[in-house]
């Protein structure tokens, strides 16, 4: 057996290792680094039921070992990425996780129904916990019962499991994990972005024109471990970790903290190659810890 | 094709306030075959700061495999960079976006060049491959102080070259615009780089003429996956269609997205 498989709802993965959302768009960019075959799965940039233009520039500002972003959804809309970006996707086996994203229930619906439907879309990632966007988003995030209800009318809607992307900008991460798992979620991703903001000196003004963004990037990581520590031992749904993920250490790390699988976000802007070299990496340091197969790490920390 | 290689650095040198000329040494050079394109330098090995710096690239010698890269020294990105020493590596990624076409303007005829600032550099090797193909070549360049000008004489020596300052200290005191329409400047094609009101000055000043501009970002991948740098499209200001900066552009025809 493939040392680095990994068995997880909808989704058979030759390694744990995929693209974060929203940081490789459709994939289209980085086929000309790499053979997108090569990862896990992809997890694809939120489709919402209409196209979205996004915010303003400057939609990125760097931090110390990160960096904010406040893209605001930007997407081609339901009807393009079906008849478009999906059936490009479709050259490479790779299965593909839809991020779906939405301002009102009967939109998030409308995408998880559609987007499910296609052939090489494995799961969908349900995304309540975008920072950047005025309605919605967020809002389903911070509130159980609402991210409870959600869960329940779009795993009614898809004909493919469905995971919930928590985020982190809440105070307490098991009660929602909870209610969500309550809810018929199939897995969770964790964690979306901190929200937080830089403010330029020469100006006086905030860098990002919608003032604040999301925090990603190494800089997040220790939450991130903090939160999957706690919930993976309160949930018994599997949970893809993301946050800072930048070498196939980290990937262990999120392993042994109770992830199942891990996406990668910044790091795919420092280094196109990032994921096809921890991938690369991942059997050496299997080796190290004295591991036959990568699903013997989950949850070492606690187990 | 863009490639990523640890390229090396051949010569690092101060050429003005601020103003710093890096050349870099590897075979991504032999991959660059546009003016007006761009390399994302990696310019700590940790993670402070994380992300890469586009700059553009100045001068291409593909005999020598070496490129050169002019930047101004602005904030901890490129203080790092500029620390950096003779035959230490850079890690680059490039090259990246499509440059300023230079088969735009015809044999015999004139293209005037206007660059401001730190989006002066890209417009030498376009000047050089203008020259090159028999074009005349006439430059307006825009600087804050005498303290910031920089490659003036390498420019004279490509064509008739023209110094503005904002503060007079040296050339005229004022806007590259008014040195175009003071000198009753002639052209068929007009190229530029510069912050985004000059190229506003310049759109509105030449509003019908064949003309390409090279925008400035904020960029996160710099190869058209994060969608920090988009821009709307004239024809369409408040809708969904867009252009990258970095993969669409930098050089747009003027008239083409908005600034």
Not at chain 1, 38 to 54: H, Q
Not at chain 2, 171 to 197: A, E, H, Q, R
Not at chain 2, 210 to 221: K, P, Q
Not at chain 2, 239 to 254: I, Q, R
Request: proline letters at 6%; a negative charge; aromatic letters at 8%.
């Amino acid at each position: 057996m493939n040392r680095l498989q990994v068995e997880l709802p909808g989704l058979s993965l030759k390694n744990p290792i995929m693209p974060a959302s929203g940081c490789f768009g459709f994939g289209k960019e980085y086929s000309k680094f790499y053979d997108l075959s090569t990862l896990g799965a992809i997890m694809i940039k939120a489709t919402t039921v209409e196209p979205r233009f996004g915010n303003s520039t400057p939609r990125v500002a760097e931090t110390s070992a990160g960096m904010l972003n406040a893209i605001g959804l930007q997407n081609p809309g339901l009807e393009k990425v079906m008849a478009e970006e999906l059936p490009w996707l479709d050259q490479f086996d790779v299965p593909i996780i839809a991020n779906v994203a939405g301002s009102q229930i009967e939109d998030y619906v409308k995408v998880a129904k559609e987007i499910s439907k296609a052939s090489n879309v494995h799961a969908l990632e349900l995304n309540i916990s975008c920072p950047n966007v005025k309605t919605g988003g967020i809002a389903f995030g911070t509130i159980p019962e609402v991210a409870a209800e959600l869960t329940k009318y779009v795993k009614e809607a898809s004909s493919v499991p469905v995971y919930v992307k928590l985020s982190p900008n809440v105070s307490n991460i098991v009660e929602m994990a909870k209610a969500i798992e309550e809810a018929g979620a199939d897995g969770l991703t964790m964690i979306n972005t901190l929200i937080g903001m830089r403010i330029d000196l020469k100006t006086g003004n905030p860098i990002l024109a919608n003032k604040t963004g999301g925090l990603s990037g190494p800089a997040i990581k220790p939450v991130a471990i903090r939160m999957i520590h706690e919930v993976s031992q309160a949930v018994s749904i599997p949970i893809i970790g993301m946050g800072g993920v930048q070498s196939a250490e980290d990937v262990l790390e999120y392993f042994y903290a109770g992830a199942s699988a891990v996406a990668v976000g910044t790091a795919n802007f420092v280094d196109p190659y990032v994921c096809p070299s921890i991938i690369e990496d991942l059997p050496r340091l299997l080796d190290k810890y004295g591991f036959e197969y990568i699903s013997e790490c989950q949850g070492r920390s606690w187990k | 094709m863009i490639k990523k290689e640890q390229m090396k650095i051949v010569s690092h040198i101060q050429i003005a306030e601020d103003i710093f000329e890096l050349t870099l040494a590897g075979e991504l050079v032999l991959a660059m075959n546009d003016p007006g394109q761009f390399v994302h330098v990696k310019v700590s090995d940790g993670m402070d700061p994380l992300l890469r710096r586009p700059i553009s690239i100045a001068n291409i010698n593909q005999e020598k495999q070496e490129c050169t890269l002019i930047y101004r020294r602005e904030g901890l990105g490129t203080r790092v960079l500029s620390e950096k020493n003779i035959e230490q590596l850079v890690d680059v990624l490039g090259p990246l976006g499509n440059g300023f076409p230079v088969e735009e303007v015809g044999v015999g005829e004139t293209a005037l060049l206007v660059g401001g600032g730190i989006g002066v550099p890209p417009l030498y090797e376009l000047s050089k491959r203008l020259v090159a193909k028999g074009v005349k070549v006439i430059h307006v360049l825009g600087f804050q102080s005498k303290s910031a000008v920089f490659y003036e004489e390498k420019f004279n020596g490509l064509g008739e070259t023209y110094i503005a300052t904002v503060d007079g200290t040296v050339g005229t005191k004022g806007f590259v615009t008014d040195v175009i329409s003071n000198n009753g400047i002639i052209f068929d094609t007009l190229y530029s780089c510069g912050p985004t009101p000059m190229l506003k000055a310049l759109e509105a000043a030449f509003p019908d003429r064949n003309a390409y501009i090279s925008l400035e970002e904020r960029m996160g991948c710099g190869i058209g996956a994060c969608f920090a740098c988009v821009c709307h499209l004239q024809d369409d200001p408040e809708g969904y269609t867009y252009k990258k900066v970095c993969s669409d552009g930098p050089v747009f025809k003027v008239g083409e997205v908005v600034l």
